[in-house]
């Protein structure tokens, strides 16, 4: 009898455990300012005598995601995904100058000579996020859920340079690529509604506190999933 009342809970406890996995498709916003004149892009240029002025990269790329999850009840669960944003591309204008001694005269200062660009650039972003979620049942068949968790997620961002106007100046080619991996805080709503036994469709918000140094700034995600409870 002692035996038996110690096992009841923990019965109990296993017997309310589901598992569930997904996959769905997603909207990322992928935005930069690294262009721009105060960004990592033009202080780099500043102390070469480079001033630069420029629009920014912006882009919603549809991309993927897939996850697994367990409920330990009717309320609590944890999940884990892997999501991919898709490649985002964008083109954009921007300009540079310097100051140029135009006559070789010493007692004539220089002047400005200001060039014209274009940009084509390519952002992805892709990792693992893992949630803690809270699960509301509100009407027959709805749920609404509130994640919050840590996400480790990679950027790969490239772009070339081609001039437009004016004449050449000092590293005339702005071309260049950077890749960097951040942790950040994560949190999501879900709207879920189980329109058969075992299965599920889901809308769902991500906001992701990964700034890859500024470059790209906390994507956000806009999912539309298909869910197999089991």
Do not use: C
């Not at 070469?48 to 996850?67: L, T």
């Not at 400005?112 to 972003?125: E, H, L, M, N, R």
């Not at 000092?170 to 890749?179: M, P, R, V």
């Not at 991996?181 to 036994?197: N, P, Q």
């Amino acid at each position: 009898m002692v035996a038996v009342s110690v096992l009841a809970p923990i019965q109990w406890a296993v017997a309310d455990i589901s598992w569930y996995v997904g996959a769905g498709g997603s909207i990322t916003t992928l935005e930069s300012t690294f262009f721009g004149s105060n960004s990592g892009f033009g202080s780099a240029l500043a102390p070469q005598g480079i001033a630069v002025s420029s629009e920014d990269f912006k882009d919603d790329p549809s991309g993927w995601q897939i996850f697994g999850g367990v409920m330990f009840n009717e309320n609590f669960g944890l999940v884990v995904k892997y999501s991919d944003s898709g490649e985002g591309k964008d083109q954009w204008s921007g300009s540079a100058s310097e100051l140029v001694d135009t006559d070789m005269d010493p007692n004539t200062p220089p002047v400005p000579v200001v060039t014209t660009y274009s940009f084509d650039g390519k952002a992805q972003v892709d990792g693992w996020t893992i949630y803690a979620a809270q699960t509301i049942p509100f009407a027959k068949r709805f749920e609404f859920t509130i994640e919050g968790g840590l996400t480790r997620q990679s950027l790969d961002f490239a772009w070339t340079s081609n001039r437009i106007s004016g004449p050449p100046i000092q590293n005339d080619n702005f071309s260049g690529s950077i890749s960097d991996d951040e942790w950040g805080w994560a949190i999501g709503t879900i709207l879920r509604y189980k329109f058969v036994k075992h299965f599920a469709m889901s809308g769902e918000v991500e906001y992701l506190a990964t700034d890859f140094d500024d470059v790209i700034r906390n994507p956000m995600k806009y999912n539309v999933n298909l869910e197999f409870h089991f």
